[in-house]
Structures are given as structure tokens and as C-alpha cells.
């Protein structure tokens, strides 16, 4: 192991969106069993902070491995397509458009029932994107260019999908609202 390998070399899986979870958190543990701190206590202050070092980027893996938008963010940037979140938040005029009905919907939604509705609704959608992410990365392009280009792709579909996941924030906090 090195602390400069890539996620998913360190966790021993293939570089690909799809994955399981239970894969993920058998590597996270037999990894943390080999890295924690308390293993290395009578080994002196250096072999601990090096351990703790270990053990930070061990766990640092593990939450961007088993969250899936995360991983493909991840993907992405290790494809070399970033999502330069601050400098590019352009997105397609239908998917602003969408955003801008939902948020009046929830501006408008009179009740739990109204609320949960468009839950349902921007998480199907959030299942979408997901699936074509997902189908993007994992595609076997056969060229580089070809590769590039779904990746890009992704990494536009990312973008929609954290604009999605700050919403469904503010659908849950709303429903959280609804249920006192």
C-alpha cells in the first residue's frame, strides 16, 4: 500500500462506477485492521502518526467509495475530466428549467402529501442520472477519445446530480418541517 494510490487500487477494486457495497466495507475493515492507531501503540509517537495518517486517508477512501456520487466525481477526476464546480456551473436550459418547476413546486406544495410527492419525483429522476452516470463510466468505449468524451459526458450528468442532491436537502429539511 501507499498513501498515493488511488482509491480504488487501495481498496483493491477495479476503477469502475458500479460496485458493491458490501465489497467496499470489507476492504474499508481489513484495511482499518491493518492501519489503526491502537495496533502501532507500542511501536512510538512516529509509527502512531503515521498510522493515524493511514487510517485518515483509509476512511477519506471509504466515504468516496461507497457513495456514489461521490465516486463518480471521483472517476471523473481521475479520468482527467474535473468538475471545476466553482468555475463551470453551466448546465443544459432543461435541466434549469426542471429546477426552477421543482422549486416552485416546493414553494407552492400546501401539505405532506404535496411534499412527498415531489420527493418521489426529483428522487426517480436522482435514480436516472445516477444510471446514466453509471452507464457512462462503466461503458467500454474502446478508445480514448471515445472514453474521454463519456466521461465528459459524466461529469456534466454530476453536475446536474449535485444540483439534485442540494434540492432533495432542501426537500428533507421541508419534510422535517411538515412532520412537527
Not at 463551470?88 to 410527492?117: K, S
Not at 449535485?162 to 412537527?180: K, N, P, T, V
Amino acid at each position: 500500500m501507499k498513501l498515493d494510490d488511488d482509491d480504488f487500487s487501495l481498496f483493491g477494486l477495479p476503477q469502475r462506477q458500479t460496485q458493491d457495497r458490501a465489497a467496499i466495507d470489507a476492504s474499508w475493515k481489513a484495511l482499518q485492521a491493518q492501519v489503526h492507531p491502537d495496533r502501532f501503540a507500542a511501536q512510538g509517537a512516529a509509527a502512531q502518526r503515521l498510522s493515524a495518517q493511514w487510517a485518515m486517508r483509509v476512511n477519506e477512501a471509504h466515504q468516496r467509495l461507497r457513495d456514489p456520487l461521490k465516486r463518480a466525481a471521483y472517476l471523473c477526476e481521475l479520468r482527467g475530466v474535473p468538475l471545476q464546480i466553482h468555475e463551470n456551473n453551466r448546465m443544459p436550459t432543461a435541466f434549469l428549467m426542471e429546477q426552477m418547476a421543482w422549486r416552485e413546486a416546493l414553494d407552492e406544495a400546501q401539505g405532506l402529501a404535496e411534499v412527498e410527492a415531489l420527493d418521489a419525483e426529483v428522487a426517480a429522476r436522482e435514480r436516472e442520472l445516477l444510471a446514466e452516470v453509471q452507464r457512462l463510466l462503466d461503458a467500454d468505449t474502446g478508445t480514448d477519445a471515445d472514453t474521454a468524451a463519456a466521461t465528459a459526458a459524466a461529469a456534466q450528468q454530476v453536475r446536474a446530480l449535485m444540483f439534485i442532491h442540494r434540492f432533495r436537502s432542501d426537500l428533507d429539511r421541508r419534510l422535517e418541517a411538515l412532520g412537527q
